[in-house]
């Protein structure tokens, strides 16, 4: 065992003089303080970086953008946080190829402008700005046009991981279509660092669609939000993404649509036309959009927010559970915002009462998980974690979860405790 | 365990007709759709149940018995092949349809169930399943998990990991697991239904299955369309895809190609160098429009003749054309060997010369069929078995082929898997470490390695477990692995 100077001076003669420093405050993971924090710059740095991680035992936390860094439990130890902000190159961007190649720290947005100067798109729309790629994977982050495209595990095709001991291993390929080997893109989706860290990965990129519009339902009440996602998911517009906001005053489900120039009326016709039974439509301005559309920013001002996974066509009942949950505690009018066509409704609390949202977490969990669904904890103070448990505890695959995490990282050095089970 | 008692074992679960032990009956099983291999299985069984499965796997499990899954039979790469005293599994009999979810646009099948039968289930609901290898009319959707399937509409709607939404899974212990959400979005933890999907039947077997369905297109429109020579026909396809115009389907066949179709099913194909075909839907607006620019683009390309499937019928008979085509060898070469490879879609005009100059160099025709707009390219090595050493050179073209497909930026298969055929191959693409950390998964799903032992990684690896069942493994006392 080195002491901590010794250990810096490894790591500075791994990655450079100015890319190791003492962690502050800041960089602490749900209460826990990390020592120090180190910016390799390539797969090899990452490489020798757990090697010596390994050799000292060092409990490593991988981090990106850090804007989901305050997901999962706090973790079991924390040394070292191995930050990707200098794994920031775009390795290759082929348009005719529609793929891209980058460091796991390229940030989203920049992703997004190097490639629509070929009028294209990475699919991906989680709503925090300044996320990196490797973050967004590990988060599984999402966002509404999901609905269409789907989430990660579906545009993801390469990945070079580096395990705990600094072992580097390449999956996928840079083609769309690759059945070579397993698929650990996908495992290392949503792994939230435990597993390793991301380094690069590859992606398939789609056209940026040339016209798109916004078009939104006011409705009554749960049923006719169900009733109106409905008729569009079971309708033949192909939308992009079917969006609820339900708050007390104001209920809309917005449908955005893209197409090109040409088709982009008639969709607008359809989807107007169909949603007109379930109350007053109208397709909104773009500053509308910015605000209500599919794709406006969400507040964060909330203590608690919860992610419930049910079956879309249970709409109506997973809002009125919540509703009635949240009315029995004493607890106002939610904020309820989803991706309605695809399942995923968030639940906002603003209250202080945690009894109260430890209550409506636990019914939550109680109707859902006996149904298949999920609910987890995607903000919440530290003690409502400690209390409730960030996921609800999966199914009965999480025996197969902890011996994959024992043979991915048998020393238990990767961002130990922060996931599902305490993995 | 002695065979005798195995067999008394095993019709105990499923009765003497579940069991087949003769050895004339065994070799009906004793390679898939590749025939370059065979192996005689010691034993095969007929399950009829989910629960017969687990009794099966449990049985193997506790006895130290390799096993090996098989659906329909049709795969290329001889993923299942049976192994040497092992017993193989067969499918075909737990092909119930289980539940079908329209609201939820969820269908539950068990893994028999036939590809196309899916489609057929939902049709009159307006919806359908989107993958479709050309083996749809036999191919098993167990089977298409395991493979990982494509297809020629997977450009839009993406192969067979994208429309596996859950599964039950019996592990080879013998326990059952669930893994993926089904109905639901998101379940917590990792991946693991991505991870199985496609992993060859080397991690346990599915024995209920929930797929996604997607609905009818308001509108589809073919076309065919003629081209002097394969230059012509990619440019074609480079035009389009460079619009943002994603077709439903993008093929191409070589002129060689047409001339063993036409023979075959005579569809009345142009006499061309190449043909494509072409087919876009989606909402009608938008398939009008963007399909009057895919026939411009064709025609910027010099396409010598353009037809517009008028129907139905029509339709059907392009696509009859292009599924005939592997089976259309058959008119034109005694025998033929199907590659499947990838590449980066700009990278066809250089892989297709090489293909070319590697024909001349081996004297021996290649065939090519593509999906051409995710570069999965399916050349055809004709052959004659009877002439010597050919079959042979044959084999070594192939693998030719591929190692260009992985000079260009590719990969060794798009959709017909590694499974025997090519994992000696795999240490092309992949390092040492790459597969051993793939085999990190192996290990945790599977300890002892009785699941399709011996497919996809070349050099298997024991994974470090104290011995439970085993004393120690077969494969390591045969020497043909190492400690992990």
């Known amino acids: 065992m080195q002491t901590q100077k010794g250990i810096v001076e490894d790591l500075q003669g791994i990655v450079g003089l100015d890319n190791v420093r003492e962690a502050t405050a800041d960089d602490a993971i749900e209460g826990v303080e990390p020592s120090l924090v180190v910016e390799p710059g390539s797969v090899e740095e990452i490489s020798a970086v757990m090697k010596l991680a390994a050799r000292e035992d060092l409990a490593v936390s991988p981090r990106g953008g850090g804007t989901k860094i305050h997901v999962g439990n706090p973790p079991q130890r924390l040394d070292l946080i191995l930050s990707t902000a200098r794994m920031n190159e775009i390795m290759e961007h082929t348009p005719g190829d529609q793929i891209v190649r980058v460091e796991a720290g390229v940030k989203l947005e920049d992703l997004q402008e190097q490639v629509s100067g070929s009028d294209q798109m990475l699919v991906l729309d989680p709503p925090e700005s300044g996320a990196t790629v490797g973050g967004i994977i590990a988060a599984n982050s999402s966002g509404p046009r999901r609905y269409k495209y789907g989430t990660i595990r579906d545009l993801i095709i390469g990945i070079t991981i580096v395990l705990h001991d600094g072992t580097v291993a390449k999956a996928g390929s840079k083609v769309v279509k690759n059945v070579a080997g397993y698929d650990l893109s996908k495992l290392f989706t949503g792994s939230l660092g435990t597993l390793g860290v991301i380094a690069t990965a590859n992606f398939r990129l789609h056209p940026r669609p040339a016209a798109a519009r916004t078009v939104a339902v006011e409705v009554a009440g749960s049923r006719q939000a169900q009733a109106a996602a409905q008729a569009i998911v079971h309708s033949q517009v192909e939308a992009t993404a079917v969006e609820l906001h339900y708050g007390e005053d104001e209920k809309i489900l917005t449908v955005l649509l893209e197409s090109i120039p040409g088709g982009i009326e008639a969709k607008v016709e359809t989807a107007s036309f169909l949603l007109k039974q379930f109350g007053e439509v109208r397709t909104l301005s773009d500053e509308e959009a910015d605000h209500l559309g599919p794709l406006a920013p969400p507040e964060v001002a909330d203590e608690v927010v919860l992610k419930i996974g049910a079956p879309p066509a249970d709409l109506s009942a997973v809002l009125e559970s919540v509703l009635g949950a949240a009315e029995r505690r004493g607890l106002a009018h939610p904020r309820i915002t989803g991706h309605a066509g695809t399942g995923v409704t968030f639940v906002g609390l603003s209250s202080e009462d945690e009894d109260a949202a430890a209550g409506l977490v636990g019914e939550m969990r109680e109707i859902q998980v006996r149904k298949g669904g999920n609910v987890t904890l995607q903000r919440a103070p530290l003690t409502l974690k400690q209390r409730v448990g960030t996921w609800d505890n999966g199914g009965d695959y999480l025996g197969l979860v902890r011996r994959v995490k024992e043979k991915f990282d048998p020393r238990g050095g990767m961002n130990p405790g922060r996931f599902l089970g305490g993995i | ?484």
């Open chain 2, 1 to 484: 365990m002695e065979r005798s008692r195995l067999i008394r074992a095993m019709e105990g679960i499923l009765g003497a007709e579940g069991v087949i032990h003769e050895h004339e009956q065994l070799r009906t099983y004793e390679c898939d759709g590749l025939m370059n291999y065979r192996v005689i299985p010691d034993l095969v069984v007929l399950p009829e149940t989910g629960e017969h499965v687990q009794r099966i796997v449990r049985l193997c499990y506790d006895e130290g018995i390799p096993f090996v899954a098989r659906g329909s039979g049709t795969g290329l790469s001889g993923g299942a092949l049976p192994v040497k005293s092992g017993v193989l599994i067969v499918l075909t009999r737990v092909r119930k349809i289980l539940e079908v979810d329209i609201p939820n646009q969820r269908i539950v099948v068990e893994p028999g169930v036939v590809n196309i039968w899916v489609s057929q289930e939902v049709a009159d609901e307006g919806y359908y399943y989107a993958p479709d290898p050309a083996s749809q009319i036999v191919s098993s959707i167990g089977g298409n998990l395991a493979e990982n399937s494509g297809g020629v509409h997977c450009l839009k709607y993406g192969f067979t990991t994208n429309h596996v939404m859950g599964a039950e899974v019996v592990l080879p212990d013998g326990s059952v697991t669930h893994l993926g959400g089904g109905r639901t979005p998101d379940a917590p933890g990792y991946d693991l239904l991505g991870a199985f999907v496609g992993s060859e039947g080397t991690l346990g077997i599915a024995t209920r299955i929930t797929l996604r369905l997607v609905r009818t297109p308001e509108s589809v429109q073919t076309l065919l369309a003629a081209f002097e020579d394969t230059e012509g026909a990619g440019g074609a396809v480079s035009g389009i895809i460079g619009e943002g115009i994603i077709p439903a389907a993008i093929e191409m066949m070589d002129q060689l190609t047409i001339e063993a179709v036409e023979a075959a099913v005579h569809p009345g194909l142009p006499d061309a160098g190449a043909v494509l075909v072409i087919e876009l839907d989606g909402p009608e607006a938008e398939v009008e429009e963007q399909f009057g620019r895919v026939m411009e683009i064709c025609e910027e390309n010099e396409a010598t003749e353009i037809r517009v499937a008028e129907d139905d019928a029509e339709r059907a008979l392009f696509w009859k054309a292009r599924k005939a085509a592997f089976g259309a060898m058959g008119r034109i070469s005694n025998d033929y060997y199907v590659q499947d490879g990838v590449i980066p879609r700009t990278e066809l005009p250089s892989v297709l010369k090489r293909i070319s100059e590697l024909s001349e160099e081996y004297k021996l025709r290649v065939a090519n069929v593509f999906h051409a707009g995710d570069g999965n390219l399916h050349p055809l090595v004709l052959y004659n078995n009877a002439t010597e050493g050919e079959a042979e050179r044959a084999e070594e073209l192939a693998g030719e082929i591929v190692f260009a497909c992985l000079d260009h930026g590719g990969s060794l298969t798009g959709e017909h898997g590694i499974g025997h055929d090519k994992k000696k191959y795999m240490p092309k693409m992949f390092t040492d470490d790459d597969m051993n950390v793939m085999q990190l998964l192996r290990c945790a799903f599977d300890p002892h390695q009785i699941s399709n032992p011996g497919k996809i990684f070349p050099t298997p690896r024991l994974c470090g477990e104290r011995p439970g069942p085993f004393h120690m493994h077969p494969l390591q006392k045969a020497g043909i692995v190492e400690q992990f």
